[in-house]
């Protein structure tokens, strides 16, 4: 149980396109999902909280205009890159749980390049 | 604001010998949680272990345990009988239960290396 899908697994768009990341709470209900990038042999660095009905609560430094995040649903949660250039290519990672006691389970992750 | 550090950037291990990944945290709360969570080349991120800091006994999950050491905010892992598959960055996690935020906050990895 618990499982989180991600989609994309890798894309590559042109540096001034936009593209979406869904992440995906295949067996249960998230209220909450959050949204990662890591560069490479780096940590997670947390860009977002989603919520469930409600706007996204943004980590400092992050810019909300550039990375929209829609959690429309219980169940899916997408992050848009906006206008995206080189700098934004990054491994992105979203999260969930169905009880944060127990863990979170995270998406397979999305490799972007930006050309 | 709590904070996590693994001082170890890099280990490498033995196959079937026992290694032990280091993490302290910074932390005010007297109620969180702990975690430790593997991510191997595959980059998908993997829970491995966790712990309440209101349970004196550390846990333990086949052949990973954890010394937990609230007094002296230190969380550390140990692997025995190590595996090839167990070769991957292992990340240590909080979580704090105090405030209204569900985030998870990482430490910057440790990077375990299996020598056959």
């Known amino acids: 149980g618990a499982v989180v899908s991600q989609h994309p697994s890798w894309v590559i768009c042109k540096s001034g396109t936009s593209v979406k990341i869904e992440c995906r709470s295949l067996?249960?209900?998230?209220?909450?999902m959050f949204w990662y990038r890591q560069f490479p042999k780096q940590s997670l660095m947390l860009m977002a909280t989603s919520n469930e009905g409600s706007k996204a609560t943004y980590e400092q430094g992050v810019e909300k205009d550039k990375f929209l995040i829609n959690h429309a649903s219980l169940t899916l949660s997408t992050l848009t890159v906006t206008s995206a250039h080189p700098e934004d290519s990054s491994f992105y990672i979203c999260?969930?749980?169905?009880?944060?006691?127990?863990?979170?389970?995270f998406g397979s992750g999305t490799r972007l390049t930006v050309v | 604001a709590q904070t996590v550090t693994q001082s170890q950037p890099e280990m490498s291990v033995q196959e079937a010998e026992t290694v032990t990944l280091s993490c302290t945290y910074d932390?005010?709360?007297?109620?969180?949680?702990l975690f430790w969570y593997k991510q191997p080349p595959s980059r998908q991120m993997i829970l491995v272990i966790r712990q309440e800091a209101y349970k004196q006994q550390n846990a333990t999950e086949n052949r990973f345990s954890v010394n937990f050491q609230k007094a002296a905010k230190s969380f550390s892992l140990k692997i025995s009988d190590s595996q090839l598959g167990d070769a991957a960055m292992y990340f240590c996690a909080y979580r704090s239960d105090e405030t209204s935020y569900d985030k998870v906050i990482f430490g910057p990895g440790t990077s375990l290396s299996v020598i056959p």
């Open positions: 067996d249960f209900q998230a209220t909450t």
């Open positions: 932390t005010s709360e007297s109620d969180y949680y």
């Open positions: 999260s969930a749980s169905l009880i944060f006691e127990y863990g979170y389970t």
